[in-house]
């Protein structure tokens, strides 16, 4: 008897450790998925954001940067004439209000994808930054302003000049990063369902074990959704002064909402699970392992000897 409760004790500790550890590798693994075939896919990079061309803060954030840049070049070339700053600043936020501007917004945003991805996944030691060409964007930027008849429009100069996206001394800690979560995304969700399947199959009280499972799966779920809150926070706090918080808080959004997606899934499946088995095993009383089986309640012994008939009164003795 003691050698078949030492089996089952030992049998719950490896299932709980199981489920334990897959419960912790399935967030991780969500992520590494995320990662590595999500924001590494060049289209499904390009039909999240694009979206983002009609969003405001992201058509102000580019209004400004554009005009900014606009101004600078057309003062350098003009005698510093300030006029034209408001001008070309209300033609620039006028574009970005027309179709011309989503389909820039996109090559853009490919353009600049592909040139990240590529350098990523190079083996050739890095020998500068990345850089990426926007002189298709700036020559739809021209080809607008001079349909609008804005002075010195046809003095922008579209010039194919590489703009540095990413710092040459980021490149190689990024490939590794990268291939770290290449590798991942495969291994840790296959490692999580392994363990939590080995889990509940070696453990002796399975249904314990399921809603251990259920309730680790649903932390896992809001602790992925904390992460993604968190890192939201610290990404716009980490960002420089001229940045446009707003259209960055925009892009971060659309760039986690499979992960907020992932996140509330894993907790209501989780919850769903450990309440079910939870009312399982109360609708249909399952005993505690270990427990004498019908120990549902006292049960009192019955007495010894011959009982007497219904409605027959018992007598104690002879007169």
């Not at 006028?94 to 989503?102: C, D, E, G, H, Y």
């Amino acid at each position: 008897m003691a050698s078949g409760s030492g089996t089952r004790r030992v049998r719950d500790r490896i299932g709980a450790a199981c489920v334990a550890v897959a419960c912790l590798l399935m967030p991780l693994g969500i992520l590494a998925t995320w990662a590595a075939f999500g924001l590494a896919d060049t289209g499904r990079y390009v039909r999240t954001m694009t979206p983002l061309a009609a969003d405001p803060a992201v058509r102000e954030a580019v209004a400004d940067a554009v005009g900014d840049e606009v101004v600078r070049e057309l003062q350098t070339r003009t005698a510093g004439d300030a006029a034209v700053g408001p001008f070309v600043r209300d033609a620039i936020e006028s574009f970005t209000r027309t179709n011309a501007f989503r389909t820039a917004w996109e090559a853009g945003n490919r353009a600049l994808h592909d040139a990240v991805l590529d350098a990523l996944r190079d083996d050739a030691p890095s020998a500068g930054p990345v850089t990426v060409d926007l002189a298709p964007v700036t020559a739809q930027v021209k080809q607008r302003l001079e349909a609008d008849h804005m002075p010195y429009a046809h003095r922008i100069p579209v010039e194919h000049t590489d703009i540095p996206v990413v710092p040459a001394e980021e490149v190689a800690g990024l490939r590794q990063g990268y291939r770290l979560l290449d590798a991942a995304a495969l291994w840790l969700p296959l490692t999580a369902v392994a363990l939590a399947v080995t889990g509940v199959a070696a453990a002796a009280s399975r249904r314990r074990v399921l809603i251990a499972a259920g309730l680790g799966t649903a932390l896992g779920g809001a602790l992925l959704a904390l992460a993604v809150a968190a890192g939201r926070r610290l990404t716009l706090a980490d960002l420089p002064d001229d940045v446009h918080r707003p259209a960055a808080g925009a892009v971060y959004d659309a760039l986690t909402d499979t992960l907020w997606t992932a996140s509330w899934s894993l907790l209501a499946v989780g919850a769903a699970v450990a309440l079910t088995c939870s009312a399982f095993r109360r609708r249909h009383g399952t005993p505690e392992p270990g427990s004498a089986p019908g120990a549902r309640g006292t049960a009192r012994p019955a007495p010894h000897g011959p009982q007497p008939a219904h409605g027959v009164s018992r007598q104690t003795g002879y007169r």
